[in-house]
């Protein structure tokens, strides 16, 4: 059974930056297109970045474009967040997602203080 498990976050000024790592176990996502998300307090869960399995497509949320990038490290089974010249409305619980197999991670919390 394949899990997912964010690691990373934490508090951070802002203009700081922090690099969320998403590690599977259990199985591989190194053929999933992976998608990061966040969920502020009292908001509905938002897309953040996308890239695929094959090619190196990458997209964005038009908040972080150019501030985060999305990559991964298929030797490793993990995709990454990295998060660069952070805003105290970045703070969220970041989420990845494995798109094929329908998989969430349990999330990890960013907090960005002004």
């Known amino acids: 059974q394949v899990q997912l498990v964010e690691s990373g976050g934490g508090l951070v000024q802002a203009g700081g930056s922090l690099r969320l790592s998403c590690a599977a176990s259990g199985g591989t996502i190194t053929t999933s297109d992976m998608r990061w998300y966040r969920q502020a307090p009292g908001k509905e869960r938002e897309f953040v970045a996308f890239?695929?399995?094959?090619?190196?497509?990458?997209s964005y949320a038009d908040s972080v474009k150019g501030r985060f990038t999305i990559s991964r490290d298929n030797a490793k089974n993990t995709v990454y967040l990295q998060m660069n010249s952070l805003k105290p409305e970045d703070t969220a619980i970041y989420y990845c997602?494995?798109?094929?197999?329908?998989?969430w991670g349990q999330g990890t919390q960013v907090t960005v203080s002004s």
């Open positions: 890239i695929s399995w094959v090619g190196g497509g990458k």
């Open positions: 997602n494995a798109v094929r197999i329908g998989l």
